[in-house]
């Protein structure tokens, strides 16, 4: 047993197998385990999912066993090409992170009010409902032609597009879903994604991460959009973070 898991405690859910080191590298096993190959050998039996194996029908399994020292060669080039592609992914995400906070500073300064503009809070120039799930066990309620959003649907783009999941009219005629009008401007209010914004081309609905914000006819929705989109830090700042963070209607 590797010294990190001395006197761990695990649930029913793993499996603890002895790994005959002088014929199989452990790293060279943990990779095998993430391949197609091993996976191919789960759904064999007919599963989809490694909860319902057995460890004796693992131990079945066949794994290609190159020499040790040639397993030893492959995991470190793995380890090697992972160590780049995670640097790479770093690098991504700081530059996204970047280019976000030169918008949202491009954002604030040309909407910058002027003293002829008049300033409104957004309560009394819209209206505001926040999305449902509806119950998952119901599968009539999915699969029909509603676009459902949930956050990782939205990125920052302006014009929202298709979801990974769709709803029937049934889930919106039951009330167990929120219809959104066109042009309504969705705005992710509570995870990691807090802050990201998008706008609804046709009617549609979201799951309870979002609450959607229809402005009132003298808004011009994309102006709305860019407005909402500039106080991405701010709604940072003022959202609630004691378990994740979530910003309210009412702080909107």
Same mark, same amino acid.
């Given at each position: ?14 499996f ?7 014929k ?5 096993l ?8 091993f996976?191919?050998q789960v ?8 909860a %319902?194996? +057995?460890?004796?029908q693992? @131990? ?5 066993l190159?020499? #040790?020292? /040639?397993q030893r060669? $492959?995991v470190?080039r ?9 640097a790479?992914?770093?690098l ?9 906070s ?10 910058k009010?002027?003293?002829?503009w008049?300033t ?5 120039c ?8 509806p119950?998952s ?10 676009q459902?959003y ?12 298709? %979801?990974? +999941?769709?709803?029937?009219? @049934?889930?919106?005629d039951?009330?167990?879903a929120? #219809?959104? /009008?066109?042009?309504? $401007? ?10 990201k ?8 609905s979201?799951?309870?991460q ?7 006819q003298?808004?011009d ?6 407005w ?10 003022k959202s609630?973070q004691?378990t994740?963070?979530?910003?309210n209607?009412r702080k909107?």
């Open positions: 047993m590797p010294p990190e898991l001395e006197g761990a405690i695990v649930s029913s859910h793993y603890l197998f002895v790994v005959d080191e002088g199989l590298d452990r790293r060279f943990d990779f095998f385990i993430r391949t197609r190959r996976r191919d759904e064999a039996q007919g599963s989809t999912n490694y %319902s194996i +057995r460890p004796h693992v @131990l079945e399994y066949e794994i290609p190159p020499p #040790l020292d /040639e060669r $492959i470190a793995i380890e090697a090409l992972a160590a780049k592609v995670e790479a992914s770093k991504r995400v700081d530059v996204a992170i970047g280019v976000q030169l918008i949202v500073s491009a954002i604030q300064e040309f909407l009010p002027k003293p002829s008049e409104l809070p957004i309560l009394k819209s209206k505001m409902s926040t999305g449902k799930t119950p066990k119901r599968d009539e309620y999915y699969g029909g032609k509603i459902w949930t956050p990782g649907d939205l990125g920052f783009h302006k014009k929202l597009g298709e %979801s990974t +999941r769709t709803l029937s009219q @049934l889930a919106i039951d009330k167990k929120t #219809l959104f /009008e066109p042009d309504t $401007i969705l705005l992710v209010a509570i995870g990691a994604s807090l802050g914004v998008g706008i609804a081309q046709k009617a549609c979201s799951n309870q979002i609450t959607g914000i229809k402005f009132s003298e808004i929705p994309e102006y709305g959009f860019w909402m989109r500039g106080l991405y830090s701010e709604l940072w700042r609630s004691a994740l963070p979530i910003i209607q909107i």
